[in-house]
């Protein structure tokens, strides 16, 4: 096969007129010829951290989208599916993203459960990751969540790191806030990536200190605005990701979207492209095509350098995607799960009160943290209920590996007028999680979760929508266009009843993520990431 176009040279800075030659999968020749071809050939992108699984599809589906959007490889950590099943799901992961073109790098994930503090479906403890590790089809160590673990000389945190140096294999970091001492700590164990700067001034200390920094754009967390002009820099040690990114995000568009708002910003676009293109490749040591001969002849072809729009993708030589239009097949995949509870009672979500203050978790747009605060509790026959009228509203997580009494909170800014909201996509342990206005509203959400073994719902009075998920209880079945169509509707109904949130289901799914402060609830308990401890709901 040879290809023409105006090829981008990232590493040498220039773009010219030139023809590619592939055979066998491999380019065998790049030489620069006159000829009329406008369109620009370059390599693919790369969206270095992301969970598969939170586009609610497996790997099959995700490729069929993401290769429109001109993305080759990820850097895939299948934590999710490993909360619920276990290695197991990370080696289902595998084998079914084997069956398509789209180039997945799995990790293992180094922090299941996250904490002691939750209830997860499986334990990996540092004897798996060493099995793990060994596998040529694991290539990293995921996201070292666990922070606290690392600056306290945890053994099984440290054994885990060890596991990885052993194999010659980098570790993923996770330090959102961390500065100072104890970051130059963490990153003295041989952490040397972060997807979760908030700040500018916290992404920079990071670069300095030697961290390579992802900028990340995902359904629910952003800090694209906050770091991108980081990059003009430091753009030999950035790169980008989704982390997690939901269905219909995932259509609309990929990195290739975080390319064109960079050039937009004025940033030259080599840099860009490094950071998009080269720098996972090499810092992960991926078996992908950077556009040289003897390379896999992974790469795309865009229509400009400004908007990027892919017309052409192709991994290994074979043309994966054009004009809008996947080539990657549909195949067949199974449905493990693991739901092990009976329907729940409407008294199951009753909480006494004495009247006194409550503490209240405040969600925030765009953002993984919350803030607490305390606000009066509105007491019913003896019972704190939802307060609608200032969007205080009840929250509970139901544990679903084991039948014990929900846990309950209270939390502010899903202003929902009436009806209730669940999901069991609720990182990172895959519990219910429900934002309801009244306990028999929660208590219909969170048994439809139940009789489906998982699921994005929301329901009001006899209406209820449902996105079934019955892979491990927080992926579908279907794929991805049919997940996307289904998942707007009930995202649609949630905003009916009453939410402004952009994406109320993704916000949802992670206030039960103890390892982001503030304050989150577990299925265990209210819990302060402060302090890194239970605390009351009523305030003494």
């Known amino acids: 096969m040879q290809i023409q176009g105006q090829i981008v040279d990232i590493q040498n800075k220039r773009i010219y007129s030139g023809e590619i030659t592939v055979e066998n999968g491999k380019i065998i020749s790049i030489t620069e010829k006159n000829h009329q071809v406008k369109t620009y050939i370059m390599p693919g992108f790369i969206d270095a951290h992301i969970h598969i699984e939170s586009s609610m599809l497996v790997p099959s589906e995700f490729a069929k989208i993401a290769v429109l959007h001109g993305t080759v490889a990820t850097i895939s950590d299948p934590h999710e599916v490993a909360n619920v099943l276990g290695s197991a799901g990370v080696y289902y992961m595998i084998e079914n993203s084997k069956k398509v073109p789209l180039k997945f790098h799995f990790g293992a994930p180094s922090c299941v459960p996250a904490t002691s503090f939750e209830s997860a479906g499986a334990i990996i403890d540092s004897d798996e990751i060493k099995t793990l590790l060994a596998s040529p089809d694991i290539h990293y160590l995921a996201e070292m969540m666990n922070y606290p673990g690392v600056l306290f000389n945890d053994d099984e945190v440290l054994k885990k790191i060890k596991w990885a ?58 800090n694209f605005e906050a770091l991108i002009d980081l990059l003009h820099e430091n753009y030999e040690n950035m790169m980008f990701c989704s982390d997690d990114k939901h269905p219909d995000d995932l259509i609309e568009s990929h990195i290739n979207a975080l390319c064109a708002r960079a050039v937009a910003k004025g940033i030259d676009v080599f840099k860009i492209l490094q950071a998009a293109c080269v720098n996972p490749v090499n810092h992960y040591k991926m078996n992908v095509g950077l556009l040289k001969e003897n390379d896999a002849a992974d790469f795309i072809v865009v229509e400009d350098l400004i908007d990027f729009k892919v017309l052409q993708t192709y991994i290994n030589g074979q043309l994966i995607a054009e004009n809008g239009e996947s080539f990657v097949q549909h195949v067949p995949f199974e449905t493990p799960n693991n739901f092990k509870i009976n329907f729940k009672e409407i008294s199951d979500f009753k909480v006494s009160g004495k009247g006194s203050k409550i503490r209240v978790i405040e969600a925030l747009e ?28 009840k929250m509970a997580v139901v544990n679903r590996y084991e039948n014990t009494k929900p846990a309950i909170a209270f939390i502010r800014n899903f202003e929902l007028k009436k009806g209730a909201i669940a999901s ?5 342990c895959h519990n219910i999680v429900v934002v309801g206005t009244s306990d028999e509203e929660i208590c219909n959400a969170v048994n439809l979760i139940i009789k489906n073994k998982g699921g994005v719902c929301a329901v009001n ?33 949630a905003k009916e009843l009453g939410s402004n949130l952009k994406a109320p289901f993704m916000t949802l799914s992670f206030m039960a993520l103890l390892v982001i402060p503030d304050l989150k609830l577990s299925d265990k308990g209210l819990f302060s990431g402060k302090t890194f401890s239970f605390v009351d709901l009523e305030v003494v």
Request: charged share 30%; with cysteine.
């Open 424 to 428: 069991s996509v609720a990182h990172d």
């Open 366 to 393: 765009g953002q993984l943290i919350t803030y607490e605060f305390h606000h009066s509790s509105l007491i019913v026959d003896g019972k704190i209920v939802s307060d609608t009228e200032n969007d205080i509203l």
């Open 461 to 493: 009075n006899t209406e209820s929508k449902i996105l079934p998920l019955p892979v491990a209880g927080i992926m579908s079945d279907k794929n991805g266009w049919e997940a996307a169509k289904l998942y707007e509707e009930i995202d649609a109904m």
């Open 165 to 222: 140096k052993h194999f010659n294999k980098p570790v993923d970091g996770h330090a959102p806030g961390l500065r100072g001492e104890p970051l130059k700590k963490y990153i003295s164990a041989g952490i040397y990536t972060d997807h979760e700067c908030f700040t500018f001034e916290e992404a920079e200390e990071k670069l300095r200190l030697g961290m390579k920094v992802i900028i990340r754009e995902g359904s629910a967390a952003k």
